[in-house]
């Protein structure tokens, strides 16, 4: 199983990014998705998951009204589209995935990919 993360990047505060994870190795839409970033020193936080079908998803308050989480099941891609960069959102960002929803939103997913830096400059 392989979970790859692109799309990071530097960009100014009120930017966007969008940010890529392509699996393989796994029977794709029968796992749940997730969005996960990590500071140097901190803990991994949640941020965004999505469930099988895509049809419903959950973003965290700080993040809810700028953000939109995506999959294309066709394609076994996740997406993460981030608008109005703020600096507080500069993180490593993690995509993961599980067969259980609980599993991404505990953040315990089985499947981890590599991370995809995002700096956000004020």
């Known amino acids: 199983v392989q979970l790859v993360e692109s799309g990071g990047g530097l960009v100014q505060a009120g930017g966007s990014l969008t940010l890529s994870c392509a699996v393989s190795?796994?029977?794709?839409?029968?796992?749940?998705l997730g969005w996960f970033r990590q500071a140097p020193g901190k803990g991994r936080q949640g941020v965004a998951f999505i469930n099988y079908t895509g049809r419903s998803s959950h973003l965290i308050d700080s993040v809810k009204d700028r953000f939109t989480i995506s999959r294309d099941n066709t394609k076994n891609m996740l997406y993460l589209h981030m608008n109005n960069l703020e600096p507080e959102d500069s993180d490593m960002y993690y995509c993961?995935?599980?067969?259980?929803?609980?599993?991404?939103?505990?953040?315990?997913?089985?499947?981890w990919g590599q991370g995809t830096e995002v700096t956000v400059s004020s």
């Open positions: 190795g796994l029977t794709f839409d029968d796992y749940a």
């Open positions: 993961a995935a599980d067969r259980s929803w609980g599993a991404v939103v505990r953040g315990t997913p089985t499947y």
